[in-house]
């Protein structure tokens, strides 16, 4: 028998935190952090055509989806309790300023016209960036191998006036480009958009994690990268003045992006701003647990559900993932036991 030493300072055996968590129902009842799916937002890939349904490639169960296939879609979202949608929209064409991006007849415009059509109540936040619609791949204007930053911003509000006419509810700036909320909000009100919100992609890292995104959007900058505008991973305070400055411009919501690498941002913006807070739980994210998962390494469902928890416990209120739909699933599976 070993004998039993109780050190002062421990206070053991009085103290014994394993108490509570003896069986399920006790551990559910000091549970500190819930997952639910009012808080979820899933990202969706829109494209013209007809009839199209392409997997991609390193984000198995993610789709590049036709305009027609959008009310079939968003039925099964609503129905899965998934109460927002972060649109994306890969145009027919590009150039030099992104026109795809404010188009009328845009593919982000059609795609919010025909989701409002087919499910009114359902959010819908559109991405707010050039960098899908321009031949050069990068968020804003280039001239001479820069990227303009004042010139880049009244595009900006010119695109977010088109979303907010087609009927998006938000409108998402994800170029970080210096005053884009501020330029954004001023062109929203001076056409009477006053009720359109921004979340804003406040502190929005060079991420290697967006490698399968641009695979998929065709957004991959065609010279240099994003470590011109984008905040290099290495800065966490600096990601406080980007929200602190987006708060100040009249963001509604911010976010931090991606959201596994960075959960130190996440809980420092939960205690300093009392504004919602969104992570992102980027492409790369999913495609990694992905692998792991088709090749029988990880438990794919328990890692997910990890991942999330951690996010939210950090501090996210918001969180938009590609696995929403499994989170819908999965909590209604485990409601159900
Ligand atoms: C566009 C944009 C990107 C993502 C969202 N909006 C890519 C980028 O900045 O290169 C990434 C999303 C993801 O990886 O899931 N500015």
């Known amino acids: 028998m070993v004998k039993f030493d109780p050190s002062p300072l421990t206070h053991y055996p009085t103290q014994r935190l394993r108490r509570l968590r003896k069986g399920e129902t006790l551990r559910r009842l000091v549970r500190e952090t819930q997952l639910s799916i009012e808080n979820f937002i899933y990202p969706l890939l829109v494209r013209f055509g007809n009839g199209v349904r392409e997997e991609i490639p390193s984000m198995p169960g993610q789709y590049r989806l036709s305009l027609d ?43 919010v016209r025909r989701i409002k059509d087919s499910a009114p109540d359902l959010i819908v936040i559109t991405d707010l960036c050039m960098c899908g619609y321009t031949d050069h791949g990068h968020c804003g204007i280039v001239r001479d191998g820069q990227v303009l930053n004042d010139e880049t ?55 290697a994690f967006y490698g399968p995104f641009r695979e998929a959007a065709a957004s991959t900058p065609q010279f240099g990268d994003r470590r011109g505008y984008q905040m290099d991973p290495a800065n966490g305070r600096e990601a406080l003045r980007e929200m602190e400055l987006d708060i100040a411009e009249g963001a509604d919501l911010v976010m931090v992006k991606p959201a596994l690498a960075y959960l130190d941002v996440l809980r420092q913006a939960r205690e300093r ?63 159900d036991k």
Request: no cysteine; net charge negative.
């Open 69 to 111: 296939q959008l009310p079939k879609e968003v039925e099964e979202v609503s129905a899965l309790g998934i109460p927002a949608l972060l649109l994306f929209g890969i145009p027919e064409e590009k150039d030099g300023v992104g026109s795809g991006a404010y188009a009328e007849r845009g593919i982000i415009q059609e795609a």
């Open 153 to 207: 911003l009244e595009l900006l509000g010119k695109i977010a006036v088109s979303q907010a006419a087609a009927g998006a509810d938000i409108v998402a700036p994800s170029g970080m480009m210096d005053g884009q909320v501020k330029a954004v909000r001023r062109q929203l009100d001076s056409e009477g958009f006053y009720e359109t919100a921004i979340l804003s992609y406040a502190s929005k890292y060079a991420s």
């Open 273 to 335: 701003f009392n504004h919602p807070i969104a992570a992102y739980n980027v492409s790369g994210e999913y495609a990694m647990v992905k692998a792991a998962a088709q090749k029988g390494w990880i438990d794919e469902k328990a890692i997910v559900l990890e991942i999330l928890t951690a996010i939210k416990r950090a501090g996210a209120d918001l969180i938009i993932s590609y696995f929403a739909k499994d989170v819908a699933r999965w909590l209604r599976e485990d409601n």
